[in-house]
């Protein structure tokens, strides 16, 4: 084995938006770790996830496919445990494979027989320390804030506190007047305790004892800033939530959306007719939006980038760790979250089958300094898929031909200025209700949904904010014909290559 291939540290967050970092052009929050960690490698300026939801977002982080390709379409499902991940794949040419925090790879809820994330089982923790998915060890977290205390990480605070304060940890006062999820509360948790401060540790405690002489692959998942928006009580360095911008939207932009859209802005989804037999993943029976007053949607909003603020602050550790170890130039470091949020913006909340910007562009970041320029800011097309390949082709190891992305080295040492046109987007929301797949180019996006006559165009250049559907719009035609034909082009060889998929 070569010793100098280069370390992997993927570290993603939970949905989390591009604006929640100030190297993205936030003015009301600051995030100097990342931030300073962006300036010294790579900053992804149209970094899209594959699927706005959980689940399907992260099996297509690690294992380089679309949706469609890896058949987890939907929170409440497993990735198929024979699916190749990158863990897989570094393991079996030396690489050490460990997993902390969330992974999401299957159910938070449900049964310990079907899941080994559910957070119904606590006596499997912390006995269970993997395999898991190609990954030799696993610390997990499950689940969220108030509902996220389980797993290894539930075990261990369990293992610090009296059985009075663990119970206590589950509740938190809401703040907000109503139970919206993008809600603000209160939360007396020690900040020593939190799922983020835990996530750092124990990335760190990885770091300082992993032997120099073996490569490693180290995935790193926190938690937030997940809805709810829970922020403890001892942390002070707060975003001040008269400075938060109000969620961007116009009353009657979404007059020529789908029906879905207004309904889920109205609380009404439980009696949509484009729903299946689901709730629909980031939206459940769905809350009244109307409803949410200014004063609820700035505190909303400010305790979402407080989250983001405490992981800033972690990244920061975890940096300063891999300095002092060494580690630095060799060390291929990728931050990137699931998916988005869309904090009020076009009148919606949380996440779901919408695919705006808020929702799919997602913040992305590399440093490799043995290989990658700093001070990138790169507008190239970037998808996840195309995390997989572009790893292994860092770390000189061969593509294999049964994966979706594309290596995006050559755009990061300034070979090429891009090495995609187009990118895919998918969602599942209900095979018998919401099926959507989604093309992005460098100014159009184009939204297609299968058994149903209306779909959405927008004109990146001219409308960024995604207000006027030109789906009906006939001087777009020749737009929404050439489109159409990059869905088909890009869904052609999925559908070609699929080996087991069922909508069952």
């Known amino acids: ?16 938006r591009t604006d929640s970092l100030s190297c993205y052009g936030s003015t009301f929050t600051d995030t100097p770790h990342l931030d300073k960690f962006a300036s010294e490698g790579v900053c992804f300026e149209r970094a899209y996830c ?30 198929p445990e024979d699916e190749p991940m990158i863990s897989h794949r570094l393991l079996d040419v030396g690489y050490r494979t460990h997993y902390i925090g969330k992974a999401h790879f299957q159910p938070f809820g449900g049964s310990p027989e079907l899941s080994m994330e ?30 996220g205390i389980a797993g290894h990480y539930g075990e261990w605070v369990r293992s610090q506190v009296s059985q009075e304060d663990f119970a206590s ?73 008269t400075e938060v911008l109000l969620p961007d939207f116009v009353e009657g932009e979404l ?9 889920a802005r109205y609380g009404q989804l439980s009696k949509s007719k484009t729903r299946g037999k689901f709730a629909m993943a980031g939206q459940g029976g769905g809350a009244d939006f109307r409803k949410v007053s200014e004063d609820d949607a700035r505190l909303g909003r400010a305790y979402y980038y407080n989250m983001v603020k405490i992981i800033d602050q972690q990244m920061g550790r975890i940096l300063e760790c891999l300095d002092a170890r060494g580690l630095r130039d060799n060390t291929l470091v990728l931050f990137t979250t699931d998916h988005g949020e869309l904090l009020g913006d076009h009148g919606l909340w949380m996440k779901g089958p919408f695919h705006y910007e808020q929702l799919i562009r997602v913040p992305t970041l590399m440093r490799y300094p043995a290989a990658i320029p700093s001070g990138q800011r ?73 058994g149903h006559p209306y779909g959405e165009l927008y004109d990146l250049e001219t409308d960024s904010a995604e207000r006027v559907n030109h789906w009906d719009n006939p001087a777009y035609a020749a737009d929404k014909a050439n489109l159409i034909g990059a869905v088909l082009e890009e869904m052609e060889p999925l559908e070609r290559r699929v080996e087991r998929f069922a909508y069952a």
Not at 2 to 15: G, V
Not at 120 to 142: H, I, K, M, S
């Open 118 to 147: 559910t957070r119904n089982d606590t006596g499997r923790y912390p006995d269970f320390r993997g395999p898991y998915y190609g990954f030799e060890t696993v610390e997990l977290a499950l689940g969220h804030a108030t509902y």
């Open 378 to 450: 790169s507008q190239a097309l970037f998808s996840h898929v195309d995390i997989v390949p572009t790893v292994l082709a860092a770390a000189g190891l061969p593509i294999p031909s049964d994966i979706d992305g594309v290596d995006a080295m050559p755009t990061l040492t300034g070979e090429q200025v891009s090495v995609r046109d187009s990118l895919l987007v998918e969602c599942v929301d209900d095979p018998q209700g919401l099926r959507l797949k989604t093309i992005v180019t460098d100014t159009r996006k184009l939204t297609w949904y299968c």
């Open 255 to 263: 007059d020529d959306k789908p029906p879905h859209f207004m309904e």
């Open 1 to 16: 084995m070569n010793t100098q291939q280069p370390n992997i540290l993927i570290i993603t967050t939970d949905q989390q």
């Open 169 to 241: 940890y589950s509740k938190a006062r809401r703040l907000s007047k109503v139970g919206f999820g993008g809600g603000a509360h209160d939360w007396d948790i020690p900040l020593k305790y939190h799922n983020s401060i835990w996530t750092a540790d124990r990335t760190i405690d990885f770091l300082r004892h992993h032997e120099a002489d073996q490569p490693f692959l180290l995935a790193v998942g926190f938690q937030d800033p997940h809805h709810p928006h829970c922020v403890p009580t001892e942390f002070d360095e707060r975003v001040d939530p």
């Open 50 to 79: 594959t699927n706005p939801v959980c689940t399907p977002a992260r099996a297509s982080i690690f294992t380089g496919k679309y949706v469609s390709r890896h058949g987890a379409w939907n929170v409440g499902m497993n990735v």
